[in-house]
Structures are given as structure tokens and as C-alpha cells.
């Protein structure tokens, strides 16, 4: 894929605008808050650093999936959950709080984990051949394009509150559009292969998607965490930063590869749908529980 002024620039400037939002949301009390939940953090990074990997790994080779459409699927397992998660969460009755702690602490580890999983990704499906070495260059790339944007919107928020408030809902509807751009631009980038690409990573993205939920919502209520934590670890899993993937698939300072874009656009319109009918379980059971009648003791 050739460089232009849509690769070049409006990419890395729509990821900024929507990480500068999350950014917004965020302040340092969200990262100390791994301290109030030392058992659901650690759950909630296990299961998004080493299961989903390992689970979309499977997937892809399941699938049959050809080494760029894997490597795609990989780097969305690899990129942290959505600030779409938080909203999910909040009418599914989960763990805001939580949910917000997981963006935070993912967005930073990303820094360390999406180059080495991604690394990891090209060597195992494309061969040693086309692995990226992990050269400080493309480490610090990863780190202006994610955590810089966050950082002065942290900044923004302990600095300027009013102004972090005002540029909020702006920036949320931007950031809508921008995916939405994104995602109309890889597939038109695309456009030759895109009904066969569908076919072949349609129902594997949906199953990724299926797995990461479930992941995230059954581990939780194994190691006995509230419910309320289970359904926060579920969306933050199952929500991925899909323009983050995709950004890193098409900028050419990064993969340039607008094929292993494809799976992250596909799966950016499949989790809202699946999000939306999760939600829609998990409370219409909470409502079920809570007006269900106490059994009354018999009468003689």
C-alpha cells in the first residue's frame, strides 16, 4: 500500500483524537485504583495479555486464516479494550470504576505488550523472514501514537477540568466519526478483495469476539469476583480498540499492510452488536434475581 495523505496523516491524527478523549476520562486516581482491586486487575490483565492471545491464536489457525488476515486478528488481541467499554459496562450495571482502572493500566502496558505480541504474530504465520525486529524506533512510535495523546489529556483534566469537560462530548463524536472513516477506508482500500476477506475472517472475527466475552465474564466468577466486576472484565475484553489496530496495520511508519486492517474493521462492527445483546443478558438475569419472590415459609 502506497503512502498518501489518508495512510500518512489522517490515520495517526484520528487515533490521537480518540486517545486524547480517553485521556480525558482518565486521572491518576484511575491507576491507583489497581490498589482497591489488586484480584479483579490482575484477572482482567491475565486474561487480556496471555488467554486472548493465545485463544485468537487458535482461532486463526482454526479458521485456516491467511498470514496477514492473522496477523491482523492477532494485533486486535493485542490492543487494548475500548473507552466504548466503559459506556457498555454502565448499562450492563458492571464495575465502572473497574472497568476505567483496566483502560488505564492496558493503555500503558500496550507500550510493552502489543510490539512484542505483534512481533511474535509476524514471525509465527509469516516467517522469520517478514518478522519486524523490535527496534526502539517502533517501540517509541507505538508510545507517541497511544500514550502520547492520553497523556495531554490527562494533563487537560487535573489541569483545566472545565475545558477537559467541554471537549468531551466533541471530541466522543469525532472519535465516532473518525472510526467510522477508518473503517470505510480500509475496506474501500480493499475493495477488490473485501467480499472474499469477509468470508474468511467474518465468522472468525465473531468467534474471537464470542471468546473474548466469554473469557472475560466466566474467569472473573471462577476466582469468585463480584458480578458486577465479571461483567466489567467481560466488556473491557470483549470491546477492543479496533482504530488502534487499524491505524498500526495502515500507517506506513508502522506495518503498512492495509490487508491486516481488515479483521479489526470487521471486528469493530461486529462487538457493538454483541456488546449491546451481552448487556442485554447479564441485566435482564440481574433483574430476574432481584424481583424473583423470597419463598414464604408454609402454612400449616
Known amino acids: 500500500m502506497q503512502s498518501n495523505v489518508f495512510t500518512a496523516v489522517l490515520i495517526p491524527l484520528s487515533l490521537a483524537v480518540i486517545m486524547l478523549g480517553l485521556g480525558l476520562t482518565l486521572t491518576l486516581a484511575d491507576f491507583k485504583r489497581v490498589i482497591v482491586y489488586p484480584r479483579a486487575v490482575i484477572v482482567g490483565l491475565v486474561c487480556q ?7 485468537c491464536a487458535l482461532i486463526a489457525h482454526a479458521f ?7 496477523v491482523g486478528l492477532m494485533l486486535l488481541a493485542a490492543s487494548p479494550g475500548g473507552a466504548t467499554a466503559n459506556l457498555f459496562s454502565h448499562l450492563a450495571r458492571g464495575d465502572v470504576a473497574l472497568n476505567i482502572t483496566l483502560t488505564a493500566v492496558n493503555s500503558a502496558l ?12 509476524l514471525l509465527h504465520f509469516m516467517g522469520e523472514d517478514r518478522a519486524v525486529p523490535m527496534q526502539f524506533s517502533k517501540v517509541l512510535q507505538v508510545f507517541i501514537i497511544v500514550l502520547g495523546p492520553v497523556s495531554i489529556g490527562m494533563l ?7 475545558i477537559a469537560q467541554a471537549m468531551d462530548k466533541p471530541i466522543r463524536l469525532m472519535s465516532v466519526a473518525f472510526l467510522i472513516f477508518v473503517i ?7 475493495r477488490a478483495n473485501i467480499g472474499l476477506y469477509f468470508k474468511q475472517v467474518g465468522l472468525a472475527a465473531l468467534s474471537f469476539n464470542l471468546l473474548s466475552m466469554a473469557i472475560g465474564f466466566v474467569t472473573p466468577l471462577v476466582f469468585r469476583l463480584p458480578r458486577r466486576q465479571a461483567v466489567a472484565i467481560g466488556m473491557e475484553i470483549g470491546i477492543h480498540n479496533g482504530i488502534l489496530a487499524m ?3 495502515m500507517s506506513p511508519l508502522l506495518l503498512n499492510n492495509a490487508t491486516m486492517a481488515i479483521p479489526p474493521a470487521i471486528y469493530s462492527i461486529v462487538m457493538y452488536f454483541t456488546a449491546a445483546i451481552f448487556g442485554y443478558a447479564v441485566t435482564r438475569r440481574h433483574s430476574d434475581e432481584q424481583t424473583s419472590p423470597a419463598v414464604s415459609p408454609s402454612r400449616p
Open 110 to 121: 500496550t507500550l510493552i505488550t502489543l510490539p512484542l505480541i505483534v512481533n511474535l504474530s
Open 64 to 70: 485456516g486464516l491467511g498470514p496477514e488476515l492473522a
Open 184 to 190: 470505510a477506508a480500509a475496506v474501500y482500500q480493499e
Open 156 to 162: 487537560i483534566r487535573s489541569r483545566k477540568p472545565g
Open 247 to 249: 491505524t498500526i496495520a
Open 49 to 55: 495479555m496471555l488467554v486472548l492471545p493465545a485463544g
